[in-house]
């Protein structure tokens, strides 16, 4: 029994015991059902203390007001302040030597300078006191000496720890740098946001010296933020930590090292890479209005796609694409959208490909793929190769089962998202349901 019901029971015993004996039995028991109601009643009453609660939320202010102007102002400072934590290369060498200066060299690796605690905290000491650089004491503390690999004696590799200080410390600056974007304030930016903090990075980056020259800045600033949002993005934005933290953006990092013109770099954020993908929606864009109909795009990649497959593209990321319907073309690929398929459709087997392709191929939206869908998708594959003259003799049967016995799925009569993700075969069930491309092995 709860506090409140023993409290309650208590007092209708003491008020029972001053009822005058007078009252016939029905009376008082009237009285007591009378005195209960009462008691009910002011518990339900709100309590004053509800009066004190603080405010949890506040509104975002209206964009363009003066408290939003402030707000921004003071986040900009904000940054100013922690941008004086930054060490640049200079600090950093005299880290290093400092470091070195503490060194104890190991028995079993002579070669490499290693620092015990009691060196650690001394090296500590000198850096923020007689080197007055008060940035590297939180990269001198005990929890980051225990995060480090140590050997029996219980030491640390000073190349690694010092690459460690190189590495956080160049994370910290991007994340201020990026922060200068974020006019929401909140730790994420928004695809425009995104594109402009690119776009000023360009110049920085010899990878793509000369690009200028070839494409629009805006255009490749486009293409890679494409990637962040689409790996990374949840409705509409992406936390700058995450940006920070992917491997993406170290891969975006590694155009600081000039391209060799006999070994041109890979990837999506590489040069070459960007003006292929310019170029391959430039030549299916026919007349030239920066969206791609469903008719440009079929007629273009004739026998690479079957036309239920990118019926069902159209229809259920483009028809309610947001960009798209509020430039007049609600059912046409802008170049946002295009970079957005041909993500996942290279990737079909991450977590976000499957998110994009699973819904094209869940004809009826129940959440999984039954073998009538695998067996409708399949069907104009095989027409389309038949007519080419190839595999007249493959039965269409085999290869709805083969698609299953690939996907390994828990029910065997139906494929879920979490069965892609476990088998990562997605790759290789989406080709034979949706693209010509690679013939049937």
Wanted: aromatic share 10%; glycine share 4%; proline share 4%.
């Amino acid at each position: 029994m709860s506090d409140t019901a023993v409290n309650c029971v208590d007092q209708l015993r003491r008020y029972a015991q001053t009822i005058s004996d007078a009252r016939t039995p029905a009376q008082q028991e009237e009285d007591v059902v009378n005195k209960l109601n009462d008691i009910l009643f002011e518990d339900a009453q709100p309590s004053t203390s509800y009066e004190q609660i603080p405010v949890f939320h506040f509104s975002r202010p209206q964009k363009g007001s003066i408290k939003a102007k402030l707000r921004q102002l003071a986040r900009l400072q904000h940054l100013s302040i922690c941008s004086h934590n930054i060490l640049g290369q200079l600090q950093l060498d005299d880290v290093w030597f400092c470091l070195l200066r503490h060194a104890t060299k190991a028995a079993n690796s002579p070669d490499d300078s290693r620092l015990h605690y009691d060196d650690f905290c001394q090296a500590a000491t000198e850096c923020t006191d007689a080197l007055k650089l008060s940035a590297v004491r939180p990269y001198f503390t005990a929890s980051v000496f225990l995060q480090m690999s140590k050997d029996l004696q219980g030491t640390i590799s000073i190349p690694c720890f010092h690459h460690y200080i190189v590495r956080k410390n160049a994370m910290l600056q991007t994340m201020i740098h990026m922060g200068c974007f974020d006019t929401g304030g909140d730790g994420g930016v928004t695809d425009t946001e995104l594109q402009a903090y690119i776009a000023a990075l360009v110049p920085e980056l010899p990878g793509l010296q000369g690009i200028d020259r070839s494409m629009a800045v805006d255009t490749y600033a486009q293409i890679a933020a494409r990637k962040f949002l689409f790996f990374l993005g949840k409705k509409g934005k992406v936390k700058i930590r995450d940006i920070v933290m992917s491997s993406m953006w170290y891969e975006l990092m590694e155009l600081r090292v000039e391209a060799d013109p006999e070994q041109p770099q890979e990837g999506w954020f590489s040069k070459g890479n960007s003006e292929r993908l310019r170029n391959i929606f430039f030549h299916l864009d026919q007349d030239m209005n920066g969206h791609l109909s469903k008719h440009e795009f079929c007629k273009n990649t004739v026998g690479s796609f079957s036309p239920i497959f990118l019926d069902r593209v159209y229809e259920e990321h483009l028809v309610s694409h947001k960009t798209c319907r509020a430039k007049g073309y609600p059912d046409q690929m802008d170049f946002g959208a295009f970079l957005d398929f041909m993500l996942a459709w290279d990737n079909r087997s991450s977590l976000a490909g499957i998110q994009y392709l699973f819904p094209v191929l869940d004809l009826k939206g129940r959440g999984y793929l039954s073998q009538a869908d695998v067996y409708t998708f399949f069907r104009q594959i095989y027409k389309m190769w038949v007519d080419c003259g190839l595999y007249p003799e493959l039965n269409i049967e085999d290869v709805k089962d083969e698609v299953f016995d690939m996907a390994q799925p828990e029910d065997p009569l139906h494929i879920t998202t979490q069965d892609l993700q476990v088998t990562a075969r997605t790759h290789r069930i989406s080709m034979p349901t949706s693209s010509y491309c690679k013939r049937y092995k």
